[in-house]
């Protein structure tokens, strides 16, 4: 999405585009896109870093202005100011360039309008959006005026041109050239900001008009039979035109045109009419036709595909969360309600022994509805299924835990990090602290724990459920032939069959099944409704200004679910009316029915089996429920995490940043502490291990190197430092390669890790008295390497060959170390930055992650 609006962009604003159509389409593509975008992408120095640039097209060289030459902000609005004022300009440059016939004109005029809209609809936002930056001159409200007004002048010409050419009656035509005189006179008040060519175009239009609706208005009294105002009025036309003839030769032609006119007038009017010429100031002013008009803004948003589509405003999506939670409380409601009601039912039919008391068995003595119901329970998977899902749910549970955990831990490990660097250093760790920063990451990590808390105690009641109903599981699960041996022979119902309360306890049944499945269909519908408001919520935003999500939740729910609603009241309303008829039948039955021990045992196996059903359907429900519960949770347990490690991680990099600046101030002043491992006692080495006779053969020697005249005795001689190494000068050139081969003999050693200080438990080199641990050899031979790193006191030996010699290069021959050398400041806990250093890390301003949705 970014890279097609950058490309957008790219062609939009950084390359020349033509005066066409197909170039003003992709400008407005783009301003399309920053119009949809508004509200979804906060441009802010905090948010999204996206600075815009804009350059004064007016801007005079070596002149003096008030105004900037350039401004440069990062805000959304700014940006959409900027490309609605190219849009502007290219369409008025079109416009321009579309006025050769009346088809070309009718476009011209449409763009013109365009752009003065445009205009004006920059000029009343310009000042809210820049705030208090100094704007250009294009962005003046005056300048922005005069671009507006001088729109409308061009598009009112071209109207009057083509009604011109159209043959209109002569005082229409007056008017029009009267309103195109005002608005030229309008825009040449302030086109000296401009440019000095529209004042003088401007101006030379305004006294053309004014002499054109004089012309055409005393047509129309040559028309009326008026000679004394014709004759005046082009007394009038005829001086304003005798000067722009001075100035430019195209308006001689008029000026001949109003000269002979005026003078055939007179001579009628002399020797004919004998009108009184009325004065200039007597004359009636002629009225205007006002037919350009600037269009809005709004007018000018095509649809277009929108990139930023799945991106909403940050209103739209927390009134999208708040939506969604009403849904899911509304739906999960009405749910539970039904379920309750389904629960209702079948305890009554349970403590009836409904249907099974009351159907006729064959031989077998299992009856057909509890076959039915074990044939359905092995199509499910029986109680393998429910032993399967139920042994997953703990490994869910300590999932989540251990991920828990892990992000409380990282947080308790960094707070004490904090901790101790804060009472190493005092006051000079300006950064906030942890415990201000964490405050909303703890919160979550404390209402996760109590969703996991619940969902144990849930976990326990399932399991409970699943051992009370164990055998009847079995019993369902198992073979027809297990089932019938379960069952007791004998049945009151074959031999009260045809009694009518026997039927009429079937009608009552088979109602009660039918409620049943209405209830699963209902609560299917309400699950799977798809009910959203996104629409709504930018509608409401963009005529309003705020989203009353509450308010505008509750009444569409309610619309959405009133015919599912109703459904269930209505399936309420029977249930009552059943349960009241189950009643009475019931004990009319069991005064009809003489039961044995047999007909008790086996009522005591139909209950059971009939809650092990039950039990089955709410199992399944339950484990699929709190299988995708864990699933989702440990989701949002891993966004946490990563929120937590994201914030650990960026602390962190102020911690060595604080570090390296401590350590480059107390170099730079001259006061290095000795580390505290140059003082420590080191123990004795340990004696090398004695090979044996029978071992291999002695390892070769390793390589070995000559620099320079060699020392007496094959061993280079070190000095014996002093206290703390001095470091290497800040500014020592480089030094090149060793001019002296080196020959290894045999294989060469195996290179061992060179470990830096990092963390508390970083390893603290052994002091040696006879090598300098930092500083260049001055004999020019090639430095040796930091010391091999030493796990507790233990000697570290090569990969093979003979142990080295002391003041030897285990490994390769390095280059001499580059530029400044220093000690490795102690072991800080802790990070942070110095007040002025650039923090690279986490933003000052606290770490707020967005609440996890419930």
């Known amino acids: 999405m970014a890279s097609e609006l950058d490309k957008l962009r790219r062609t939009a604003c950084v390359k020349a585009l033509d005066r066409t159509e197909t170039s003003l389409a992709v400008l407005t593509k783009y301003h399309d896109q920053l119009v949809k975008i508004q509200g979804k992408i906060p441009f802010s120095m905090k948010d999204c870093a996206v600075t815009f640039a804009w350059k004064d097209p007016f801007e005079k060289k070596g002149a003096f202005s008030s105004s900037k030459g350039k401004i440069a902000m990062c805000s959304g609005d700014f940006e959409h100011l900027c490309v609605l004022w190219n849009c502007a300009a290219l369409m008025s440059q079109i416009a321009a360039s579309q006025m050769e016939d009346d088809e070309g004109a009718k476009e011209a005029v449409k763009n013109f309008n365009r752009a003065a809209g445009i205009y004006n609809y920059i000029k009343d936002n310009v000042a809210g959006v820049l705030n208090k930056e100094t704007p250009t001159t294009d962005l003046l409200p005056t300048t922005l005026t005069t671009l507006s007004v001088y729109m409308l002048a061009c598009a009112q010409e071209q109207i009057y041109q083509k009604a011109s050419r159209g043959g209109m009656k002569e005082n229409v035509l007056a008017k029009l050239c009267e309103q195109a005189y005002n608005l030229y006179k309008e825009s040449n008040r302030h086109s000296q900001q401009i440019s000095k060519d529209l004042v003088s175009y401007s101006s030379t239009k305004s006294k053309y008009f004014k002499a054109r609706a004089q012309w055409h208005q005393a047509k129309a009294h ?30 001689k032609t008029f000026y001949n045109d109003v000269k002979n006119l ?37 007018r000018q948003r095509p649809f277009v595909v929108d990139f930023f589509e799945a991106v909403q405003p940050i209103e739209v999506n927390e ?129 996760y724990e109590g969703i996991l808390q619940k969902a144990v105690e849930a976990d326990s009641i399932v399991k409970q459920k699943i051992e009370d109903n164990a055998r009847g599981l079995e019993l369902l699960s198992g073979t027809d032939d297990q089932l019938n041996e379960a069952f007791p022979s004998g049945s009151v119902a074959n031999v009260l069959s045809d009694n009518p309360v026997i039927k009429e306890l079937k009608t009552l049944c088979q109602q009660s099944e039918a409620l049943k499945n209405e209830r699963d269909v209902i609560e299917s519908e309400m699950r799977g409704a798809t009910v959203t408001m996104n629409i709504e919520f930018c509608q409401a935003l963009q005529e309003q200004g705020v989203i009353n999500a509450e308010e ?70 339950n484990l699929e429920e709190g299988t995708k519960f864990y699933n989702d949770l440990t989701n949002y347990l891993l966004r946490l995490q990563g929120k937590v490690s994201d914030f650990c991680f960026a ?95 045999g294989p060469p050693p195996a290179y061992a890790p060179q470990y830096q200080p990092h963390g508390q438990n970083q390893y603290q080199p052994p002091h040696n008295p006879h090598q300098v641990p930092y500083a260049p050899n001055p004999s020019g031979a090639p430095a040796a390497p930091y010391p091999q790193q030493n796990y507790w006191n233990q000697q570290q030996q090569p990969a093979y060959g003979n142990p080295p010699q002391q003041g030897q290069n285990p490994g390769y021959p390095s280059y001499p170390p580059q530029g400044n050398q220093y000690q490795p400041y102690p072991n800080q806990p802790g990070y942070g930055n110095q007040p002025g250093q650039p923090n690279p890390g986490y933003p000052q301003g606290g770490y707020q992650p967005p609440y996890p949705p419930r």
């Open 222 to 251: 040559q028309n009326d039979k008026l000679f004394g105002e014709m004759i005046s009025r082009l007394r009038v036309a005829e001086g304003i035109v005798k000067d722009l003839s001075k100035e430019s030769q195209k308006y």
């Open 262 to 298: 005026r003078e055939e007038a007179e001579k009628e009017n002399n020797f004919i009419y004998h009108c009184v010429i009325p004065a200039t100031e007597k004359l009636e002013p002629i009225g205007v036709a006002a037919v350009a008009k600037a269009w809005d803004v709004n």
């Open 552 to 621: 505008m939740s509750q009444d569409k729910l309610e619309n959405a679910f009133a015919e599912l609603v109703s459904q269930i009241n209505d399936s309420a309303d029977r249930q009552e009316s059943v349960l009241a008829n189950l009643q009475r039948c019931s004990q009319e039955f069991s005064m009809l029915k003489k039961s044995g021990a047999a007909e008790e045992e086996r009522q005591k196996v139909l209950s059971q089996i009939n809650t092990a059903y039950d039990s089955f359907r709410e199992l399944c429900s």
């Open 319 to 447: 009134a999208n969360s708040t939506f969604e939670t009403k849904k899911k409380a509304f739906v999960d409601g009405q749910i539970e309600r039904i379920r309750d009601l389904t629960t209702t039912l079948n305890g009554v039919l349970r403590t009836m022994h409904l249907p099974e008391a009351i159907e006729e068995t064959s031989g077998s003595g299992v009856p057909r509805s509890v076959a039915d119901k074990a044939l359905d329970v092995r199509v499910k998977g029986g109680i393998d299924k429910i032993k399967s899902l139920s042994n997953n749910i703990p490994d869910s549970l300590q999932r989540n835990h251990d991920l828990l955990n892990e992000a409380k831990r990282m947080l308790t490990a960094e707070q004490e990090s904090d901790s101790s660097l804060r009472a190493q250093f005092g006051t000079r760790l300006v950064v906030s602290p942890s415990d201000q920063l964490t405050k909303s990451l703890w919160t979550d990590c404390q209402k």
């Open 651 to 745: 602390r962190k990099t102020e911690k060595d940043e604080f570090l390296r600046t401590q350590t480059n101030i107390a170099s730079e002043a001259g006061n290095i502490a000795t580390p505290s491992f140059l003082n420590q006692a080191q123990p004795p080495p340990s004696p090398a291990p004695q090979q044996e006779n029978s071992g291999p053969p002695a390892r070769p020697p390793p390589p070995t190197f000559q620099q320079g005249p060699p020392q007496p005795g094959g061993v280079a001689q070190h000095q014996q430092p002093s206290g703390a190494p001095v470091p290497a000068p800040r500014n020592q050139p480089p030094q090149g390669p060793p001019q002296g081969g080196y020959q290894p003999q």
